[in-house]
């Protein structure tokens, strides 16, 4: 059973920053890709950011040149950086495990933006 556990959620001013984190409960390289997804109250959940095996990273536009996926090998963990906070980045966020058709979800830490 994978099991994925976020951390590092919470309440940030507009124009911060938070380090979201994500450990795996086994090695994440066993996984094709991993990333992060958010869902905002009444949306649907969106992409955020992913990570390939092979270290290639992808980002939502809305997440380009603010937020930074990275991963730590030795410690199982995927990383997510956020940066230069808005209001409208306020949802929960999820990471994600995907190997071939099978798609692994944390329980989701909630990042709100607010003055």
């Known amino acids: 059973q994978v099991q994925l556990v976020e951390s590092g959620g919470g309440l940030v001013q507009p124009g911060g920053s938070l380090r979201l984190s994500c450990a795996a409960s086994?090695?994440?390289?066993?996984?094709?890709?991993m990333g992060w997804y958010r869902q905002a109250p009444g949306k649907e959940r969106e992409l955020v950011a992913t990570?390939?095996?092979?270290?290639?990273?992808n980002y939502a536009d809305f997440a380009k040149g603010r937020f930074t996926i990275s991963r730590d090998n030795a410690w199982n963990t995927v990383y997510l950086q956020l940066g230069s906070l808005k209001p409208e980045d306020t949802a929960v966020y999820f990471c994600?495990?995907?190997?071939?058709?099978?798609?692994?979800w944390g329980q989701g830490t909630q990042v709100t933006v607010s003055s």
């Open positions: 994600n495990a995907r190997l071939l058709s099978n798609m692994y």
């Open positions: 990570i390939n095996v092979g270290g290639t990273t």
């Open positions: 086994e090695n994440i390289f066993n996984f094709n890709a």
